[in-house]
T-cell receptor
Framework: GQSLEQPSEVTAVEGAIVQINCTYQTSGFYGLSWYQQHDGGAPTFLSYNALDGLEETGRFSSFLSRSDSYGYLLLQELQMKDSASYFCAPNNAGNMLTFGGGTRLMVKP | DAGVIQSPRHEVTEMGQEVTLRCKPISGHNSLFWYRQTMMRGLELLIYFNNNVPIDDSGMPEDRFSAKMPNASFSTLKIQPSEPRDSAVYFC??????????????FGPGTRLTVL
């Protein structure tokens, strides 16, 4: 079967670093995507890991370990505007994504 | 590019009525996805089209839901009859470039459906 686990909520202060972990179990795994969604908005793409290792995009980095069925999103130099929900989503055949409930990140001053 | 366009943005209807949600994907994208988002269930994939053909509809909750993609620039999601538990935000997303595997999905602004 398929399963996806990430923390439901994380709180951090402005300027800090936060890591959002994701463990998954799925068949036909191609890679792991991360999406950001602000309240009232639509999900927007952040990153995609097809291979093991770290992908860096500005303040955000994403990591994947296929052997551990594990990934994380690292957000550095947190800003208030980073307050949002973050979804990890395994990619399956046909670029189908499996989303879960996401992690709600609250950044405090 | 205008991005993925969805209409209506908000829909309020009464139980038993037919609801039709519309989506125009980004030109050139060959994949189209319909999602539903609720607090209880998170973001769920309902159906996936590739080159206008339904590939996976295993997420469609029941026969009251149907989706079509008559051409590359238009898709509909229909609920008939609607029920209060169908209240949710429905997102359409498109992705992929014909002949190329792409990783990013582009989401539309969503349709907030309320069934009374």
């Amino acid at each position: 079967g398929q399963s996806l686990e990430q923390p439901s909520e994380v709180t951090a202060v402005e300027g800090a670093i936060v890591q959002i972990n994701c463990t998954y179990q799925t068949s036909g795994f191609y890679g792991l995507s991360w999406y950001q969604q602000h309240d009232g908005g639509a999900p927007t793409f952040l990153s995609y890991n097809a291979l093991d290792g770290l992908e860096e995009t500005g303040r955000f980095s994403s990591f994947l370990s296929r052997s551990d069925s594990y990934g994380y999103l690292l957000l550095q130099e947190l800003q208030m505007k980073d307050s949002a929900s973050y979804f990890c989503a395994p990619n399956n055949a046909g670029n189908m994504l499996t989303f879960g409930g996401g992690t709600r990140l609250m950044v405090k001053p | 590019d205008a991005g993925v366009i969805q209409s209506p943005r908000h829909e309020v209807t009464e139980m038993g009525q037919e609801v039709t949600l519309r989506c125009k994907p980004i030109s050139g994208h060959n994949s189209l996805f319909w999602y539903r988002q609720t607090m209880m269930r998170g973001l769920e994939l309902l159906i996936y089209f590739n080159n206008n053909v339904p590939i996976d509809d295993s997420g469609m909750p029941e026969d009251r839901f149907s989706a079509k993609m008559p051409n590359a620039s238009f898709s509909t999601l229909k609920i008939q009859p609607s029920e209060p538990r169908d209240s949710a935000v429905y997102f359409c997303a498109s992705g992929g470039v014909a002949g190329v595997t792409a990783d990013e999905q582009f989401f539309g602004p969503g349709t907030r459906l309320t069934v009374l």
